[in-house]
């Protein structure tokens, strides 16, 4: 058993080439494929249906490719579409896939992936407790699909999260239910704040289950490896966990910090040594041959400055929030490794400290 | 004779209690300030205001601190403000003054001001041949204002140029004058070209006056210490060389690189490393001291690509191109120097290669 | 007595030429003048600067004329900058004066103006009770300074209120007290809202204080008649109340309505049809001589529907809703009058029902 | 024969449930649609993904109800979407249809349709007088598709045309040919302007086709009636005549005007007129039960003003001109009708004069 993991270039979020030819170039098996990242162009808030359209382009493609239905996919590839580019990112699909070949080596970990769903949430649970333990659940039996065993090997989980619409509100409402937030935007950071917060728990980062008011609200509590995404499409939380594992072969292997702020540059410094890399700059075109992803999160912090400097990120009313920190992170990340090619996704609730953030790096061992 | 150079916040762009302060305080004395220049929080584009309220409110309290009027203060202190603090720039003035304390050091250089102004352009002349010559003229006289006897010595020269008005080309057009172009949006990156082509003039980074025809067109031509910036209030050019001189004492010193893309951190990396601070990755808090400013200019690479990868930065209808060139550059010096108040403009015509430009930073000497 | 209205364009927020040009044509003194209203091109949202920038050269440029300082107009002159001049919205001043002459015709009323101004208020203060009870006092107060003696004669009552600062809560909670909301920029709506509502309960439009939980919530309760725009640069009340009196002479009338809805057309050609102008459909030439100013608010229906119909504006990241609302309700009356220097502002709690709004206008009688 | 023309919502971009609905109903048989419009909630400009987001939508469920492949409806179908729901404009779609019942009545024409094709332009000839030329007898060819025999029952003439991109231009170059420009955003409007003075050709509003260096400057030359949109997926010109012929029946009919200005509402009140429609102001509920959509155009004028008072539009950078443009006219026509479904685009080159465009309203005859 071996990772795979490719990064390729999308032209626009129905550009779907990329994925295609690595199917039909025989580099990735079709069947093999467990989740596809996107980082698409739209403005990643509200009205960016990048997001969707990539999306729905890669299902009809893959399922194509699979010789299925569409619809067939869902509960078996995980789509995470993350819009927004800002700054000098660049769009690209993400594609994770496991093949059988690879034995493992004696005494050596290697990169391994696990994914795992939870049951569809009830609305009144979206933002709650309870997505918070099915979560945690779900995190360990996708850590044991994938042969983690321990906590500290993993390094990034990424999940899948729903989100509140009007219609789900009123559903609960009708047999009396009361949901966490009336506001929709709203909904998704809690969302995405409880299922970061299923993660850490998981991972022993948090000792118990906060409570309900601790969600989007206690920023001392989170995880250093979530990274989740909110989505209106689904009702449940898909999840993929990857990891240092001794039963993975192949050359693939990967680590994480957390970035204490937006300009934390020397947290990513600290990944790529201990992966083996060069930190004293940016990597030099040998070294980025080993370099083959970075996923990271970002958010502008609350209090309004980075180390005592005020930021405007907040108080811009042309440009979200969110993207001045994807920009933001985005730059300082692609500084360090000579790339614009980067997974830098905004939303950061309990993913990393107030302005802060996971980055965990994928690369070839040497 | 010694350099006085200060960064202050700037809570927003009517806020001048930080110039003030270094007034009161008795840091800098009012007659001493040479240039203040200004990262505001606007959009850096056409309906950016909150450059000339900055301006505006800095020549009224100038003007009360030197007891004069603030017109008188026209043609003696140079007011450029860049709107954009994109990502995570943060907004501050810059106080550049010159002070008649500090002996020089034998056989040590140390940074030198100098500044100067052309004659007013007619404005057929923006843009154009004339505007070139003049203000190699100009970077001469303040080159030697400034005691900096070889171009090879000079890092950074800023400059604010003039801008052709409906009013302005109807002038021109009365007199049977053809103006370079009718655009004024355009007018705008053909006099900072311009002017940067009169920067590399007078350093020798082009061997001669280029043709009209090039002034905007032929991007390999262009100097790797000019910053220009283009504003209304004024038809002629206003000079500011930063450079060394063994004429001056004081602790500051500066040096410059060209950034070859926007995220040539090395390039930045160099600079740090000339002038004696560390080169490993971001400043510490200890070397962080010596550290005084960093001036850099960003620009959206016109080929729509960074290294072989989309950007899209001239594709996104909602964020203006120089606005994502300022978030990339900021985020990738930021990473570097552990700070976000950084002097990062936009609009780099002939200053540095398509989608780099020059990176210059003063520090204290050790 | 008799009450002037004179709209002047304005090239940039600077740019005070119209009014000082009203002032030495002799058009109105400056003495005379109470307030000055100014259609600014900013955003109209947090980082709007082009209202600070506008108001500070009114300031100094009326200072001038007065000869006093800037801030001795404090409490004298109402100075109310709207940012946004979405679709075709013009920049503009409206000046409001008072002048000696024009004796008052028997059995006919004409505009009056009158202004108040509350106490400062405490931090806890705003957005609750205290705000709508001291506001109402000073509306009965202006309306009577303006010779008003009937709540139905008022046809539009503009407030600028203030809004809470970090500075402010921490002030408060210093002192032990709570804030009605520690978000500054909900704060704005809170304050706007508390103060239509004392409008409302001085023109018996509520027939009681609401309770505290009322403001910004219940949308049933609202003033057909207030204009109320939050700013950080006060801490009271300042109220310009107009409507028919008796007691003034002149040529100048005013009628108001409630827009149902940003497409309620017919409720402006009520106000028309009233002033005795032409409801046929947009004003002719001739006509439109007879036309003043025409001020109206405008908000996004929160039910994100204008008449059973999906509208974006809150779905909408890239531009915010507010301004979506200008960019509608500026182009419905624009069609109306024929006219695009309209005094079309957001923010619209309490000030007409959910999604609509109040229009005033002003005419000359015939 | 008779014409059929339905409105149907749109939740999102993705969402054709209104449109198969019309055809699972039997309202609409899925062989008889000739084009769909749509109104999308895209920025409308470079980056708005919402336009292809829906066509692929619309022909994968078209497709499916035809029992074809979605490529097989190339050329048979007109997809046309614009971007761009400002204001309160409501996103939507459009569907055109003939049905074979409806015979016609003596002395009465009724709405009729026609739909042709050119064939596939070389790059070279884009935005240029073979464009004009070949649009101008495929006009033709539709009208007489559509039984129109005279130019002056002509009312909407709706063309999808191509736009340059950088391998187009590399291909013509490649033979030795040069483009119309090399700035491809400037390619749709020189599209858009050359197929408009295709119609205007055809319809007689120009006498001769005009020299390639008059087409998108001389802005004296323009259709009354063309509607033009350039879109990425073609190479031919696709179109869509609307107008009034005696060989068709049904219960629908159509006029136009030419509004001046964005505020020319009684334009817009001359076409209600001509239908039958009252013009008084708003419809009313009863009234409104005949109107049956609304096309026009939007653009910016050029001049910076309208009816002498400045617009911001051009000088916007947060916001594109052609927005503001389409939330203007939107608001007009909105407040006229009474409904916000209308179908109002932007980029209105030779349609219409210089900061107007045409109106055309399909009504259901009395």
């Known amino acids: 058993m071996r990772a795979i993991v490719h990064r390729v270039p999308m032209s626009d979020p129905s550009d779907v080439s990329g994925v295609v030819g690595l199917i039909e170039s025989g580099t990735v098996a079709a069947d093999d494929i467990l989740a596809i990242l996107g980082k698409t162009e739209g403005n990643g808030c509200v009205n960016d249906f990048t997001r969707g359209y990539a999306t729905a382009s890669l299902k009809t493609a893959l399922a194509e490719q699979r010789g299925c239905r569409p619809k067939d996919l869902d509960g078996k590839v995980a ?39 939870t049951r569809a949430f009830a609305p009144e649970e979206i933002g709650r407790r309870a997505q918070v333990e099915e979560t945690a659940a779900a995190v360990r039996a996708a850590m044991t699909e994938a042969g983690i065993t321990e906590a500290g090997d993993v390094h990034y989980v990424q999940i899948k999260c729903p989100l509140l619409t009007r219609e789900r509100m009123a559903e609960a409402e009708a047999r009396g239910q009361r949901v966490a937030t009336e506001d929709t ?93 060069p930190v004293g700059g940016q990597l030099d075109e040998m070294t980025r041959t080993r370099f083959v992803a970075l996923l990271a999160k970002a958010e502008p912090s609350r209090s309004g400055t980075i180390r005592g400097a005020r930021h405007i990120m907040w108080d811009d009313s042309d440009i979200n929030a969110t993207r ?28 990393g400290p107030d302005g802060g953030g996971p980055v965990a790096i994928i690369a070839r061992a040497h």
């Not at 994770?96 to 769903?117: E, H, M, S, V």
């Not at 206690?218 to 989740?228: G, H």
């Not at 410094?269 to 890399?277: A, F, K, M, S, T």
């Open 79 to 117: 789509f995470v579409m993350s819009g927004g580019t800002e700054g000098g990112l660049s769009p690209h699909f993400l594609v994770f896939a496991r093949a059988a070949d690879g034995a493992p080596a004696a005494g050596q970990k290697r990169l391994a992936l696990g994914t795992a769903f």
């Open 324 to 351: 001045h920190a994807r920009a933001l992170v985005g730059g300082v990340l692609a500084g360090l490794i000579g790339d614009t090619r980067l997974f830098v996704s905004g939303g950061a609730e309990h993913q």
């Open 185 to 277: 935007y709203h909904s998704m950071g809690l969302s995405r704040g409880a299922s970061a917060l299923g993660v850490a728990l998981a991972l022993g980062e948090v000792a118990a289950v906060p409570p309900d008011a601790a969600i989007g609200h206690d920023l001392t509590l989170f995880s250093s490896r979530a990274s989740t995404s909110a989505g209106i499409e689904l009702m449940r939380n898909e999840i993929m966990v990857a990891g240092m594992s001794a039963a993975w072969g192949g050359d693939l292997v990967i680590d994480h910090a957390v970035m204490k702020d937006g300009i934390d540059l020397p947290a990513a410094q600290g990944v790529l040594g201990r992966l083996g890399l």
